[in-house]
């Protein structure tokens, strides 16, 4: 009965009511849509510092993550069964050096990267990112495939001699040439500015590191799960390896990650203190108008309790209504966003934050929590501003509220 | 500059009587010791590090303080290997890929030839006297100690500089090296002094890094001449390739 | 024992620093079956004691016997229970719930009562059709003329079988034809069902049916015939 009462109280003022469910509507909408294109600005971030660098899980000898010592390495051919655990999807064998690039007239320092280029596609995605020239290949003996902004620095193409220069593992001076593949731009700075990827022989052997590598990159199927993979890959290391997942590598990320969810309770409370105040304004001049009618209600012997909980009741519908339609109206909104999106690159550029890349587009993903959280806050909202009114109705002396007019 | 050399002679002459006011020219004449107006100088560099010891046989020229080559001539692999300094620039030759590569500011930090000695050093140690400020610290009869703090507005990678100098005949013994934290990096002793080609100077000095004790470079010079006939043109990049 | 006693009952509201005496030191006693009639001007004190009998209010001083129970000093959860069970309400501007319609206003506390759908539906067709009400169950009460309403809001006072009718000015929004049906009606209902009534009342026609006068001036009593 209640329930039917407060359904027929918040139809009395159609114009009223409608105005408030499309604030309530389009707010829970657009932060559904919100949180999808901050979600897709997480997940970008996430996958450029992992899938274009790191990988999600690393193998290496203890400590090698620290500093990355030359000789903190650790033979090719150990037989690993992390390589082989079902969540693996792939895996990329490593051997890095820092040195000198140079070509012409122009040096700068870089990080190479000695991988073997099926194995290495397994894990990262920079094939994906070229932006001249071609990925390396299996049988090529030193091809490079050098970030953009080094290629400028350095004003080669593809095609180009280089010469890199580095100290050897037995002390010599480790030189020799590589020719330009192709030129990676991720848009993550570090990476397209200092990042050549060689092949794992030649570097091996310039290092006189013969069958040595310093990593082993993973692709898992679940990134945001690392962590525990992590943990249970341990337990089959040989002593003197050890796993480590993107958010032990990269932990401003993780605390990126961690700190979304503050974030996004900070803007639904925002977002929704606004439509509460509007839901609030609403349901007291609804109840303030009834005053006369909660006065016969509660002569004719209802009680304050049942006056308090209809009055509820009237937001909760409200709040309901507003979900139904929120919720559906922001995962469609999302999934356009997610299937389509917005391109922004004509007017933004790329930013590197925490080790990862925000690239300029406006992109969702759909995320359980990120429909859940503003669902449960929208009905929370409603009961709290309903609650005032109800209070308010339910004090009213029948007396003086019947005399109202 | 006649002036200059009778001050230095008697400096020299007179070591007990040094002042505040000189104490840049005596770190001068220390840092020049091994470079005089020109020198031609055979040498050995041991580098030992946790994971390698290695020796190279190396020739080097220099001409004023602006002006030096040095070129490895063993072992073979690193046979040509070349190194040439002028004014604040560095180059590298790589014989292996026949490149001159020139060494960018920002590795000016990097070890030179693997040893513990950085390009930094080759570039701007004999700059110490012109960005430095020094102090007397302790003064007996046979020795100083001196205090080097950067200049204010210098550019230089090292916090506090101290050096210990014997008075008779003038020789660095050892020269201690802070980091801005002041913090002790690293050591350089001197010794096995012999005069040689008309001056006396230690033949052996170490670089010890403060935080890895196992490793050091040493260098000694084997042979030694100063003065000798070189002019500017001969510190060029075709020199630095080994062609004459 | 009669249905309804107040002893010595007084009603003092502040208004602004001033004290108002609405009703002053008034002892009245009704029988169960009565059909009686607080008459008086404005002002006279009449709602005010048809409100503290209704437990709508409380006396600020003496007692107020209902049904054998002192209802004077009683919380307002006990209060509204006592208004459910026993009082039925009759106000001069209708009250009708506005959302719901005829059958759904009269049927209202008994639902409140938690008496189940069948036996409100049985009372809610007898009451209709006694109160000539047949047809409109389905209407809303601003499809209804005055007197339909007023007719629902007997229907709604006489639901749930009170002890006591309560009508505050029952006819003042009426015109009189209409009044003296409704009158009409609600002696009929006092006849066959005992339910006792009270009205408030200046209207002569409504004084000139009732079975007890009881006229107020000034809070106090003014004659009991």
């Known amino acids: 009965m209640l329930w039917q009462l407060a359904l027929r109280n918040i139809w009395r003022n159609r114009r009223r009511t409608l105005l408030t469910l ?6 829970s909408a657009l932060l559904i849509l919100c949180l999808g294109v901050f979600s897709g600005m997480l997940k970008d971030m996430l996958a450029s510092a992992t899938e274009q660098y790191f990988g999600h899980l690393v193998i290496s000898a203890k400590g090698y993550q620290d500093d990355r010592d030359m000789f903190a390495n650790f033979p090719a051919d150990l037989d690993l069964p992390a390589l082989r655990h079902p969540q693996v999807t792939g895996y990329s064998p490593r051997l890095r050096s820092f040195g000198l690039l140079s070509f012409a007239n122009n040096s700068a320092p870089v990080e190479l990267l000695g991988i073997r280029p099926q194995h290495e596609q397994q894990v990262t995605s920079l094939q994906d990112h070229l932006q001249s020239g071609r990925y390396l290949r299996e049988e090529e003996r030193n091809g490079a495939v050098i970030g953009a902004g080094l290629a400028k620095r350095l004003a080669v193409q593809p095609g180009d001699e280089l010469v890199f220069v580095t100290q050897a593992a037995d002390g010599s001076i480790g030189n020799d040439l590589l020719q330009v593949s192709g030129i990676f731009s991720t848009g993550d700075q570090g990476h397209d500015n200092s990042l050549v990827l060689v092949p794992l022989g030649w570097l091996q052997q310039l290092l006189v590191l013969p069958g040595k590598l310093h990593e082993i990159s993973l692709r898992v199927e679940q990134p945001r799960q690392a962590a525990i993979l992590a943990g249970q890959l341990t337990g089959g290391m040989p002593p003197e390896l050890e796993v480590l997942d993107w958010g032990q590598m990269l932990p401003e990320m993780k605390e990126v990650v961690a700190s979304y969810d503050v974030s996004r309770m900070i803007i639904v409370t925002i977002l929704y203190i606004a439509t509460g105040l509007g839901i609030l304004n609403t349901f007291f001049m609804s109840v303030l108008e009834r005053t006369r009618e909660f006065g016969v209600l509660m002569a ?41 999106g917005i391109d922004l690159s004509g007017s933004l550029t790329p930013i590197t934050y925490a080790g990862g ?14 429909i859940l959280v503003p669902a449960v806050v929208l009905l929370l909202v409603c009961l709290l501003a309903g609650f005032l009114p109800a209070n308010r109705a339910a004090r009213m002396q029948p007396v003086v509220a019947i005399r109202e007019e | 500059m006649p002036i200059l050399r009778c001050f230095l002679l008697f400096l020299l002459l007179y070591p007990a009587t040094v002042s505040a006011f000189d104490l840049a020219e005596l770190i001068r004449k220390v840092e020049q010791q091994y470079n005089g107006d020109s020198s031609e100088i055979e040498l050995e560099m041991t580098i030992k590090t946790g994971h390698w010891e ?30 040439l300094k002028v004014d604040r620039e560095v180059w590298n030759y790589l014989p292996k890929v026949d490149r001159v590569i020139r060494i960018p500011p920002s590795m000016m930090g990097g070890a030179w030839m693997g040893s513990h000695i950085t390009n930094d050093d080759l570039v701007k140690a004999n700059h110490i006297d012109e960005d430095y400020d020094f ?13 080097g703090i950067p200049k204010p507005e210098a550019a230089v990678i090292w916090g506090k500089i101290i050096y210990r100098l014997q008075k008779e005949p003038l020789v660095p013994i050892e020269v201690e090296y802070f980091d801005e934290e002041d913090v002790l990096v690293r050591r350089i002793v001197f010794d096995d002094v012999q005069a040689v080609s008309g001056r006396t100077i230690p033949l052996r000095m170490q670089v010890l890094p403060v935080e890895k004790p196992e490793e050091k470079t040493i260098m000694h010079y084997r042979k030694v001449k100063f003065d000798i006939d070189l002019q500017e043109e001969y510190f060029s990049l075709g020199r630095l390739k080994g062609r004459r | ?44 004190g009449k709602t005010t004691l048809l409100n503290m009998i209704g437990c709508l209010d409380r006396p600020s ?64 067709v007898d009451l209709f059709a006694q109160l000539g009400l047949q047809g409109l169950e389905d209407r809303k009460p601003n499809d209804l003329s ?8 007997i229907a709604r006072a006489m639901a749930a079988e009170p002890a006591v009718v309560l009508a505050d000015e029952p006819t003042a929004s009426l015109d009189t034809q209409t009044s003296e049906e409704l009158l009409a009606l609600m002696k009929e209902l006092n006849r066959e069902q005992g339910t006792t009534f009270i009205f408030s009342s200046h209207d002569p026609l409504v004084i000139s049916h009732a079975q007890r006068v009881v006229s107020l001036r000034d809070g106090r009593l003014e004659s009991d015939r």
């Open chain 1, 22 to 27: 499309s604030a309530m509507v389009i707010s």
């Open chain 1, 300 to 340: 004719v012997g209802m009680r304050p309790g049942q006056i308090r909980l209809m009055v509820l009741l009237e937001t909760l519908a409200m709040g309901l209504i507003s979900l139904i339609f929120g919720v559906g109206l922001g995962v469609l909104l999302s999934l356009y966003m997610a299937f389509v």
């Open chain 1, 357 to 370: 890349t925000i690239l300029p587009r406006l992109h969702a993903v759909l995320e359980t929590a990120n």
């Open chain 2, 54 to 83: 290695r020796q190279l046989k190396m020739e080097s020229w220099s001409l004023g303080r602006e002006r030096f080559l040095v070129r490895i001539l063993a072992p073979a692999k690193e046979k040509g290997v070349a190194t």
């Open chain 2, 135 to 147: 102090t007397l610290l302790e003064e007996d009869e046979r020795r100083w100690v001196i205090e």
């Open chain 3, 1 to 44: 024992m009669p249905l309804i006693e107040l002893k010595s009952v007084s009603k003092i509201y502040p208004l602004g620093n001033q004290q108002v005496v609405a009703v002053e030191d008034l002892s009245l006693q009704i029988e169960a079956g009565e059909f009686t009639v607080l008459a008086g001007p404005s002002g006279s």
């Open chain 3, 61 to 124: 001083n003496g007692e107020v016997w209902l049904d054998a129970e002192e209802v004077g000093q009683a919380d307002s959860k006990t209060l509204s229970q006592i208004r459910l069970n026993k009082i039925g309400f009759i106000f001069q501007s209708f009250n009708l719930v506005p959302v719901l319609t005829a059958a759904e206003n009269a049927e209202f506390t008994m639902m409140l009562m938690g008496i189940g759908k069948k036996q409100r539906r049985q009372r809610i």
């Open chain 3, 146 to 153: 005055g007197g339909q309403q007023q007719r629902v809001a």
